[in-house]
């Protein structure tokens, strides 16, 4: 089985991306990691990708291509694998979907983590971290509030957040996300492929609703 991950910012993609890997051992394959490591590696192509990054530009779809189908290369397709990053963009999905193609295989599911900016907002901005337990809360959502107001319920010392991130800086990275992603969304819906899950749920509920899809699909 193979699914794409599609999560905006906020929308809790570590956690659940971690659920997929750890509990039910997808290979997970991120499009920005696969990115990063070329970079560290010095290849030809992480110079190139260095270069494009440093000035600020996108990587072109074909360079994205090459890297996810090198990567397909290397891994067992026999176990379930997860692609989160990619595709963002429309002919990025028809790539993926060639890529696929040559290796015998089709995408099987897109789960799309759904979640709307007021939500997404409130995440960034309330959250606060044990900077002993490094434990997370958040102030604004309504669950995993801390006990007393501002204190780890663990450790008793004040909570922190984090100075970077601002309203502006996250309402950019949600629209340009969405506007990007938008577009792949719909043409995997068209195909009925695409799982939609509500993203402003708390997390526990949204892993059970995970679980239970996880569940039907391996039927
Ligand atoms: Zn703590």
């Keep these: 089985m193979n699914i794409i991950f599609i999560a905006p910012p906020a929308a809790g993609k570590g956690t659940y991306s971690t659920l997929l890997k750890e509990k039910y051992g997808f290979t997970h394959i991120s499009a920005g990691e ?20 440093n000035n600020g530009l996108m990587i072109d779809d074909n360079l994205m291509k090459e890297l996810i189908k090198s ?33 015998g295989l089709e995408v099987d599911k897109v789960l799309f983590i ?25 102030k604004l959502t309504g669950y ?9 319920d663990d450790c008793k010392v004040e ?9 502006e800086s996250y309402e ?11 577009k792949v969304i719909e043409y995997f819906r068209n195909k009925g492929k695409l799982i939609e899950i509500d993203g402003s ?5 949204i892993i059970k609703v995970i679980e239970s899809i996880l569940g039907v699909l391996n039927d």
């Design 34 to 53: 696969l990115l990063r490591s070329e970079m560290n590696s010095n290849t030809e192509i992480g110079k190139k990708i260095t270069e494009i990054v």
């Design 71 to 103: 990567k397909l290369n290397t891994i067992d397709l026999n176990i379930p694998f997860m692609l989160d990053g990619y595709p963002r963009k429309l002919n990025q999905a028809e790539d993926y979907e060639e890529i696929l193609s040559n290796l």
């Design 114 to 138: 759904n979640i709307d900016k007021e939500t997404g907002l409130k995440r960034i901005l309330g959250r606060l971290t044990c900077p002993v337990c490094k434990k997370n809360y958040n």
């Design 144 to 152: 995993a509030i801390p006990q007393e107001e501002n204190l780890c």
């Design 159 to 167: 909570l922190i957040s984090r100075k970077d991130d601002t309203k």
């Design 172 to 182: 950019k990275r949600y629209n340009t996300y969405m506007t990007e992603t938008k």
């Design 201 to 205: 749920k708390n997390p526990d509920d």
